[in-house]
């Protein structure tokens, strides 16, 4: 049975950081592309970054030069590195894994429960 925990959350002052982490855990043969969403409140779910098994890397204009995301290939996880933070970047974090492979030969994709991150003075 595949898992994803996500870790890292938390409250931080405008212009501090945070480092959010991604782990699946189970029979897994191979995970394709793997990434971070968003959702404020009143607002829709944002893509913030994603990379694929190949390491290239997207992020979403609000984000670039401040996060940025890399990936353990060896232990399954993603990791969000997010400096400069701004109040407008409040959200809940979701993780998201696509076409995960398993040693049994299904195919699926995972979302992660979501970790509050609140950026505050």
């Known amino acids: 049975q595949v898992q994803l925990v996500e870790s890292g959350g938390g409250v931080v002052q405008p212009g501090g950081a945070l480092r959010l982490a991604c782990q699946l855990s189970?029979?897994?043969?191979?995970?394709?592309?793997m990434g971070w969403y968003r959702q404020a409140p009143g607002k829709q779910r944002e893509l913030v970054a994603t990379i694929t098994s190949y390491g290239s890397t997207t992020y979403a204009d609000s984000v670039k030069g401040r996060f940025t995301i890399s990936r353990d290939y060896a232990k399954n996880t993603v990791y969000l590195e997010m400096n400069s933070l701004k109040s407008e970047d409040t959200a809940v974090y979701y993780c998201n894994a696509e076409r995960v492979r398993t040693m049994v030969g299904s195919i699926r994709d995972y979302w992660g429960q979501g970790t509050q991150v609140t950026v505050s003075s």
């Open positions: 189970g029979p897994i043969f191979s995970i394709d592309d």
